[in-house]
Nanobody, 124 residues
Framework: QVQLVESGGGLVQPGGSLGLSCAAS????????MAWYRQAPGKQRELVAS????????????NYADSAKGRFTISRDNAENTVYLQMNSLKPEDTAVYYC?????????????WGQGTQVTVSS
Protein backbone atom coordinates (compact mmCIF):
# COMPACT_ATOMS: atom_id res chain seq x y z
CA GLN A 1 0.00 0.00 0.00
CA VAL A 2 1.15 3.49 -0.85
CA GLN A 3 -0.42 6.55 0.71
CA LEU A 4 0.01 9.78 -1.23
CA VAL A 5 -0.49 13.31 0.08
CA GLU A 6 -0.31 16.28 -2.26
CA SER A 7 0.51 19.80 -1.15
CA GLY A 8 1.46 23.14 -2.62
CA GLY A 9 -1.72 24.08 -4.41
CA GLY A 10 -3.26 27.51 -4.18
CA LEU A 11 -4.20 30.66 -6.01
CA VAL A 12 -1.70 32.16 -8.45
CA GLN A 13 -1.91 34.87 -11.07
CA PRO A 14 -1.54 34.09 -14.77
CA GLY A 15 2.11 33.86 -15.68
CA GLY A 16 3.06 32.84 -12.17
CA SER A 17 4.65 29.68 -10.83
CA LEU A 18 3.66 27.02 -8.36
CA GLY A 19 5.37 23.92 -7.06
CA LEU A 20 3.42 20.85 -6.02
CA SER A 21 4.71 18.06 -3.81
CA CYS A 22 3.47 14.53 -3.34
CA ALA A 23 4.73 12.78 -0.23
CA ALA A 24 4.42 9.01 -0.20
CA SER A 25 4.32 6.66 2.76
CA UNK A 26 3.74 2.99 3.36
CA UNK A 27 6.15 1.87 0.66
CA UNK A 28 9.07 3.20 -1.33
CA UNK A 29 8.19 4.87 -4.61
CA UNK A 30 11.51 3.81 -6.13
CA UNK A 31 9.94 1.16 -8.31
CA UNK A 32 6.78 3.04 -9.16
CA UNK A 33 5.97 5.15 -12.17
CA MET A 34 4.92 8.45 -10.65
CA ALA A 35 2.54 10.82 -12.35
CA TRP A 36 0.53 13.97 -11.95
CA TYR A 37 -3.02 14.17 -13.28
CA ARG A 38 -5.50 16.99 -13.16
CA GLN A 39 -9.25 17.34 -13.36
CA ALA A 40 -11.01 20.58 -14.15
CA PRO A 41 -14.71 21.06 -13.37
CA GLY A 42 -16.87 19.23 -15.87
CA LYS A 43 -13.89 17.56 -17.52
CA GLN A 44 -12.28 14.16 -17.34
CA ARG A 45 -9.11 13.56 -15.41
CA GLU A 46 -6.10 13.92 -17.67
CA LEU A 47 -2.43 13.08 -17.46
CA VAL A 48 -0.17 16.09 -16.96
CA ALA A 49 3.25 14.49 -16.51
CA SER A 50 4.80 11.16 -15.60
CA UNK A 51 8.19 9.71 -14.77
CA UNK A 52 9.05 6.03 -14.95
CA UNK A 53 11.14 4.21 -12.40
CA UNK A 54 14.84 3.62 -12.87
CA UNK A 55 15.46 1.68 -9.73
CA UNK A 56 16.70 3.68 -6.81
CA UNK A 57 17.96 6.55 -8.96
CA UNK A 58 15.99 9.78 -9.24
CA UNK A 59 15.93 9.52 -13.00
CA UNK A 60 13.39 8.04 -15.35
CA UNK A 61 11.72 8.60 -18.66
CA UNK A 62 9.42 11.60 -18.54
CA ASN A 63 6.26 12.19 -20.49
CA TYR A 64 4.27 15.40 -20.66
CA ALA A 65 0.91 16.40 -21.99
CA ASP A 66 1.23 18.81 -24.88
CA SER A 67 -0.30 21.52 -22.70
CA ALA A 68 2.45 21.03 -20.12
CA LYS A 69 5.51 20.76 -22.36
CA GLY A 70 8.00 23.54 -21.81
CA ARG A 71 6.19 24.86 -18.75
CA PHE A 72 5.95 21.98 -16.25
CA THR A 73 8.69 19.77 -14.86
CA ILE A 74 8.21 16.52 -12.98
CA SER A 75 10.94 15.26 -10.68
CA ARG A 76 11.34 12.70 -7.95
CA ASP A 77 13.43 12.21 -4.84
CA ASN A 78 13.32 8.56 -3.92
CA ALA A 79 15.24 9.12 -0.71
CA GLU A 80 12.57 11.58 0.41
CA ASN A 81 9.84 9.38 -1.10
CA THR A 82 8.45 12.47 -2.80
CA VAL A 83 7.57 13.52 -6.31
CA TYR A 84 7.30 17.12 -7.45
CA LEU A 85 5.66 19.13 -10.17
CA GLN A 86 7.08 22.56 -10.92
CA MET A 87 4.64 24.64 -12.91
CA ASN A 88 5.71 27.85 -14.62
CA SER A 89 3.96 30.33 -16.90
CA LEU A 90 0.62 29.25 -15.51
CA LYS A 91 -2.54 29.92 -17.47
CA PRO A 92 -6.18 30.10 -16.37
CA GLU A 93 -6.79 26.84 -18.20
CA ASP A 94 -4.38 25.13 -15.80
CA THR A 95 -6.98 25.58 -13.08
CA ALA A 96 -7.88 22.13 -11.77
CA VAL A 97 -7.50 19.70 -8.93
CA TYR A 98 -4.09 18.07 -9.31
CA TYR A 99 -3.69 14.43 -8.28
CA CYS A 100 -0.59 12.38 -7.65
CA UNK A 101 -0.53 8.78 -8.86
CA UNK A 102 1.82 5.88 -8.20
CA UNK A 103 1.65 2.89 -10.51
CA UNK A 104 3.51 -0.38 -10.64
CA UNK A 105 3.09 -3.44 -12.78
CA UNK A 106 4.61 -6.59 -11.32
CA UNK A 107 4.23 -10.34 -11.46
CA UNK A 108 2.07 -10.12 -8.35
CA UNK A 109 -0.34 -7.72 -9.95
CA UNK A 110 -0.95 -4.17 -11.08
CA UNK A 111 -1.00 -1.47 -8.45
CA UNK A 112 -2.27 2.10 -8.69
CA UNK A 113 -2.62 4.57 -5.87
CA TRP A 114 -4.03 8.09 -5.79
CA GLY A 115 -3.72 11.06 -3.51
CA GLN A 116 -6.65 13.19 -2.43
CA GLY A 117 -5.73 16.05 -4.74
CA THR A 118 -4.74 19.68 -4.33
CA GLN A 119 -6.54 22.63 -5.89
CA VAL A 120 -4.68 24.93 -8.26
CA THR A 121 -6.45 28.10 -9.32
CA VAL A 122 -4.94 30.45 -11.86
CA SER A 123 -6.75 33.76 -11.85
CA SER A 124 -6.13 37.47 -11.70
Amino acid sequence: QVQLVESGGGLVQPGGSLGLSCAASGSSISYYTMAWYRQAPGKQRELVASMTSRGTTNYGTTNYADSAKGRFTISRDNAENTVYLQMNSLKPEDTAVYYCNAQRISITGDYSYWGQGTQVTVSS
